[in-house]
């Protein structure tokens, strides 16, 4: 995708991939939500970690969600993730989950922010401007 000022928006990598499992299905016996939901969060969170150099990192802001398809038991599901912006103490990303059985996209979300913090749970200045795809920010 590129930005009106010409800037090429770096592609979604999709490294994690869970199984649909029974405790994982709601009342229809399709993917619940919620479950979804909370391994982008999981994932989310490590990803901001490591872009951000620290642990101590918080979801703070998950844009409108949208569910476009679902997934039934047994079917494996991929998640992806990319950095869209860095704010002096936050990072702001996109993220997609799709089925792999079906080849169907199930949900995209816009944006999803995350700050980091210090020992005090305040809001701090991370100095990165830019995506990493090591794990060197982490170590430090």
Do not use: C
Not at 68 to 91: H, N
Request: proline residues 2%; glycine residues 10%; negative net charge.
């Amino acid at each position: 995708m590129t930005h009106e000022d010409g800037d090429v928006e770096p592609s979604i990598n999709f490294y994690t991939r869970k199984w649909v499992r029974p405790e994982d299905l709601n009342a229809h016996g399709t993917l619940f939500g919620g479950s979804l939901l909370r391994w982008i969060d999981d994932e989310a969170v490590v990803y901001a970690a490591i872009q951000l150099g620290t642990a101590k990192v918080v979801t703070k802001y998950i844009s409108e969600i949208d569910f476009v398809g679902s997934a039934r038991l047994g079917d494996i599901i991929e998640i992806g993730l990319v950095a869209t912006e860095f704010g002096r103490t936050s990072l702001t990303m996109r993220a997609e989950a799709r089925n792999i059985v079906t080849g169907a996209s199930i949900l995209t979300i816009d944006k999803v922010v995350f700050v980091a913090v210090d020992e005090d749970g305040r809001p701090f200045a991370h100095g990165y401007t830019s995506l990493t795809r090591g794990r060197e920010r982490i170590r430090r």
